[in-house]
């Protein structure tokens, strides 16, 4: 993983992390909140129970149960005041069949309405299980929130007579409800608020990734003209004695081997020049050549030829075809072939390291006024890591390779107005597309 991969899932995980915190840290104070709003409506209810009930004797407590008028009165008076005091939605007294002995319901039942859900606290009063008041839980009856709290009401033996309950709406509930729903708001918001960022670091991480590449091309560029400013200076004159030698033997021998070597050190002459130019200038390379009319057949004829004779050992399949008539353009011919051949041969080598029978070749198709040159091989193919890295100055996976190949290749197609595109998967070969202008621009 490269350093701006690393900085960039570094980046994610924190804003994730940070995301993750901060929307805890909102729902674990909700339920704080929530925890805190219960446990004082808890005790606000427990103190009015043990409050309400201390203050009913047991005498008044028997009358009520022998239907005493007056007891009955007494009871719902005091009742009354302690629902109004505190807001509660009901007041009331049960007896052990869960019938009302007074209520403060404008329409009272002759039963608790509510029995079957708060049986388990009632029972746990009248079975001695509780020593004093019991609360519920938050409960929901139709459209309201409730809690209950209940109290058991002693003889003067001590024996339960009956039971005390309190209700109260939870009228904070809607309050909670509120705050809940601009939590998963905020929580929403703040995922997009993430992604956001997200994306936004990514652009300027691809922008940063994009000026370090830049910057890191400028000082190849830099370093690959002092390079090659001295290792073309090296060898004009080797090259110009072996041409020179091969013409004296031209003249007593006549052997076509001698010409095709003046042939080659005038076009390696030309091409170190060209270099010799682009590292003076850091222009074009193709700047020193003039355009001329290219056929196709015959360059793909002679590019063919000379792979033959390059690797005369070896058996090579040649793939591709030209159409009838060929296609012909303007271009840079030399420049061009040095390109074709360069692919060709890392096609053969790609095949031969492969262990793979050799087969390569060119394909040729004319399209929207533009040339298609495809170079294609049976070798290894590439994986999509060595696709991404296979255009950067000094990458390489041969053994024996400078690495400027493809990055050379590919800056003469630019200087050509032209494109260079890999297709490749690993195990199925590769296509090296070379597009250039009928004309030159």
């Not at 008539?325 to 420049?335: K, N, V, W």
Request: net charge negative; with cysteine.
């Amino acid at each position: 993983m490269s350093g701006s991969s690393k900085r960039f899932v570094a980046i994610a995980i924190f804003t994730a992390v940070l995301i993750v915190l901060v929307n805890l840290a909102w729902w674990l104070s909700y339920q704080r909140t929530e925890r805190l709003l219960e446990d004082q409506l808890d005790r606000r209810l427990h103190a009015l129970a043990t409050t309400a009930a201390a203050s009913l004797d047991s005498e008044t407590l028997s009358g009520l149960l022998f239907g005493d008028p007056e007891a009955y009165l007494e009871t719902i008076d005091l009742l009354e005041s302690v629902r109004r005091a505190d807001s509660l939605a009901e007041a009331f007294i049960i007896d052990d069949n869960y019938r009302y002995l007074a209520t403060t319901a404008l329409e009272p039942d002759s039963v608790y309405f509510l029995s079957a859900l708060n049986a388990p606290y009632i029972d746990s009063i009248l079975f001695g299980q509780a020593a004093g008041a019991v609360a519920t839980a938050t409960y929901q009856t139709g459209s309201v929130r409730l809690k209950s709290v209940f109290a058991p009401l002693y003889d003067a033996d001590r024996v339960v007579l009956g039971v005390l309950g309190l209700e109260a709406s939870v009228d904070y509930f809607d309050a909670l409800t509120e705050l809940r729903t601009n939590l998963y708001y905020s929580s929403a918001l703040s995922l997009l608020g993430g992604v956001v960022l997200g994306l936004l670091f990514l652009g300027l991480q691809r922008r940063i990734n994009q000026a370090e590449r830049k910057l890191f091309l400028a000082e190849t560029e830099t370093y690959l003209g002092r390079m090659v400013s001295v290792v073309a200076h090296e060898l004009k004159n080797p090259m110009m004695i072996i041409r020179g030698s091969a013409e004296r033997l031209a003249r007593k021998t006549e052997a076509e081997e001698s010409k095709y070597i003046v042939e080659e050190i005038d076009r390696l002459n030309q091409i170190v020049s060209g270099y010799l130019e682009f590292a003076g200038t850091k222009g074009s390379i193709v700047a020193s050549e003039a355009p001329v009319s290219i056929d196709t057949a015959e360059l793909v004829g002679s590019l063919r030829k000379h792979l033959s004779e390059k690797y005369a050992e070896t058996s090579i399949e040649w793939l591709g075809e030209i159409p009838e008539p060929s296609p012909a353009f303007t271009g840079y011919a030399r420049s061009l072939r040095q390109v074709l051949l360069n692919l060709l041969i890392n096609g053969v080598e790609a095949c031969q390291s492969a262990g793979k029978p050799v087969a390569v070749g060119i394909e040729v198709r004319e399209r929207g006024g533009r040339i298609e040159l495809t170079v294609v091989d049976r070798g290894p193919g590439m994986t999509t890591a060595m696709r991404k890295k296979s255009f950067d100055p000094f990458y390489t996976t041969k053994q024996t390779g400078s690495g400027l190949g493809l990055y050379v290749s590919r800056r003469i197609v630019d200087d050509m107005g032209g494109s260079l595109e890999i297709t490749s998967s690993e195990g199925s070969g590769s296509r090296m597309i070379v597009r250039l202008p009928k004309q030159p621009t």
